[in-house]
């Protein structure tokens, strides 16, 4: 059996690659996708950790967790699709109308 | 696995549930195109009836929702909460219908999107584990991501809600990553939980994860309440959003993550606190040199607002500090004035933008006292307020909290949130300078129309309340002190 800290080491370095990703990358769908990585990251730990405590909570925030996912990806696509439209380009370096 | 039905008690949950439907309902009959004028008043009447269902609820003591694993619970603390909410949303959708007609936004969605974000707020501040508060946290988030996007054609408030979207679903990430180091502590997301592993012996590994666990979930609620460092994207959403949603999103939303903060560090993170103690402080200062050394120099009105807006959260951290029931009290006391406040500043903007005119610049404002005496009334009380000038509620407010610091042995935290706080007076009394003594540079183009009725009703509600609490503030300071009488 795999000891539970290989599996919170691989989530930690799954939410690292996920921050670093949208802290580096200017591409809107891309920070999108590292924002779900950071999510991941965060569901593996819970079902490690759930699966170590013999818990089913754990799992069961997974599927939520996935669930609200879902809804805030449907709304960011959306956004970035208006912003495409509007100013065609999904680049957020681009995107600095409010400056003072 | 065995697994059993929990008992659950709907009762605990009632406001919520009366909200969501309040929401649904709202967005059903904004479907029909003849129903569009009444539905703002449809809203209204649905929030007015769940905060007299809120009110009938308040001093029942704690209700579980379920006492095997609890999630939300019913107490005066969420209570309270909850109606100043529903009071900041009923404002909203007074000084949104004008402003709403004027955009071409005036869709059922927009105001049961608002009822959403109330729902989601409401369940953030009845948490008791860390999961509600995450789900309340999305519903309230993904709300305002759409709200503050709501004039698809305008780039500014397209390029708003990205900024917004991206850093709050950053954020999401840093409290969910949190939860789940928390998680592992203790066995549990549920609050008690967590605040029993904190008191008992831990052993190093636990205190990691502890530890990295809080770190993670002030680093997401601090992106919430615009703490410093994670502040740099508040002015920009609150440029580019619609104004009353601006009003909505400095209020409601900022006080949402402060409700959840006090049960947070006050019930739960007790037994770190020599560790967050210090962060926080530093912080919270730097909170408030930022917010309003910036603000200084803003020409921009939202962008002032949004500034002083960062200043009020770095005040309404000092108190956590002393961790006493005072402190809370007074956090709640000032988050209640804090939204009558900001609401009516934000809602000035948007009851002039409402009739064509630009409101942009301080110069947009020049005048304002001889065209419109009473808007600039209210305005005038709003900024005193803000500024923390007597006899306003903003005066008692500041008082309270400064008051609390002092006891609880911060003496310097005080004096220096102080000292910026006479630095805030520029900034806001020059707004009411350039309204009554400069001239009108010329009569702004397109301002014929006349102030909207329900806007005004709004504003002198709010100014009105200010002045009340300013004089007779006990009132409120123990419905505040009863609120908090219920944490644990």
Redesign the interface.
């Known amino acids: 059996m795999i000891p539970v800290t290989y599996y919170?080491i691989l989530?930690a370095a799954l939410?690292l690659v996920?921050?670093t990703g949208?802290l580096v990358r200017r591409n809107?769908i891309i920070?999108?996708m590292s924002?779900e990585l950071?999510?991941n990251?965060?569901?593996l730990?819970?079902v490690?950790?759930a699966r170590?405590?013999g818990?089913?909570?754990?799992h069961i925030?997974v599927f939520?967790?996935i669930t609200?996912a879902a809804?805030?990806v449907a709304?960011?696509l959306a956004?970035?699709i208006?912003?495409f439209r509007?100013?065609g380009t999904v680049n957020?370096d681009e995107?600095?109308?409010?400056?003072? | 696995?065995n697994?059993a039905l929990p008992a659950i008690n709907l009762y605990a949950v009632m406001p919520q549930i009366f909200l969501v439907s309040a929401a649904t309902v709202v967005l059903i009959i904004g479907l029909f195109e003849r129903f569009r004028k009444g539905i703002p008043y449809l809203s209204l009447l649905l929030l007015a009836v769940s905060g007299v269902f809120a009110v009938n609820q308040l001093g029942q003591g704690p209700v579980a929702f379920s006492d095997t694993?609890p999630m939300m619970v019913m107490d005066d603390f969420g209570l309270v909460a909850t109606l100043v909410f529903i009071a900041g949303a009923m404002l909203t959708v007074l000084i949104s219908v004008s402003y709403a007609e004027a955009r071409s936004i005036d869709r059922g969605e927009y105001y049961a999107l608002l009822i959403y974000a109330v729902s989601g707020m409401s369940m953030m501040a009845a948490s008791t584990d860390l999961?509600s508060f995450?789900?309340g946290l999305?519903v309230l988030s993904?709300s305002l991501?759409?709200l503050i996007?709501f004039e698809?054609?305008e780039?500014?408030s397209?390029?708003?809600?990205?900024?917004y979207?991206?850093l709050g679903?950053?954020a999401?990430?840093?409290i969910?990553?949190g939860?789940?180091?928390l998680?592992?502590a203790s066995?549990?997301?549920e609050y008690d939980v967590i605040a029993r592993t904190l008191a008992g012996e831990r052993s190093d590994a636990v205190n990691l994860l502890l530890l990295g666990g809080l770190g993670l979930l002030l680093v997401g609620i601090g992106f919430k309440i615009s703490m410093v460092p994670f502040h740099a994207w508040t002015?920009?959403v609150y440029?580019?959003a619609p104004t009353p949603v601006a009003a909505f999103l400095s209020t409601g939303s900022k006080a949402a993550a402060f409700v959840v903060l006090i049960r947070l560090l006050g019930s739960v993170f007790p037994g770190l606190q020599m560790e967050w103690v210090p962060l926080i402080s530093v912080l919270a200062i730097l909170t408030i040199a930022v917010g309003n050394v910036v603000a200084l120099?803003?020409t921009?009105l939202k962008?002032l607002l949004a500034y002083s807006s960062i200043a009020h959260a770095g005040y309404m951290l000092l108190p956590f500090m002393s961790n006493s029931q005072d402190g809370s009290a007074s956090i709640v006391f000032y988050l209640i004035v804090y939204t009558a406040m900001n609401l009516g500043a934000f809602g000035v903007l948007a009851v002039l933008a409402a009739r064509g005119a630009s409101c942009a610049t301080l110069d947009d404002l020049a005048g304002l006292g001889s065209r419109q005496p009473l808007l600039a009334a209210v305005m005038a009380v709003v900024m005193f307020s803000l500024a923390g000038i007597p006899p306003t509620a903003g005066f008692m407010a500041k008082f309270y909290l400064f008051s609390a610091v002092v006891t609880g042995g911060y003496i310097e935290l005080a004096v220096i949130g102080l000292l910026f706080s006479g630095v805030s007076l520029y900034y806001y009394l020059r707004v009411v300078l350039w309204m009554y003594m400069r001239p009108a540079t010329e009569a702004p183009a397109g301002a014929t129309g006349r102030l909207s009725f329900s806007g005004m009703t709004a504003l002198c509600l709010s100014a009105l309340a200010i002045l009340a609490v300013g004089v007779f503030p006990s009132e409120l300071l123990q419905l505040a002190e009863r609120a908090v009488m219920t944490l644990p």
């Open positions: 919170l989530s939410f996920g921050a949208v809107a920070v999108l924002i950071m999510l990251g965060a569901n730990s819970f490690a950790f170590q405590f818990m089913a909570d754990g925030y939520l967790v609200v809804a805030e709304i960011g956004l970035v208006l912003l509007n100013r957020i995107v600095r109308s409010l400056r003072w | 696995m697994m694993s999961f995450f789900l999305e993904i991501y759409v996007g698809q054609r780039a500014g397209n390029e708003g809600a990205l900024k979207f991206l679903a950053f999401s990430g840093f969910l990553y939860m789940a180091l998680y592992g066995g549990s997301t002015p920009d440029q580019g120099v803003q921009n962008r």
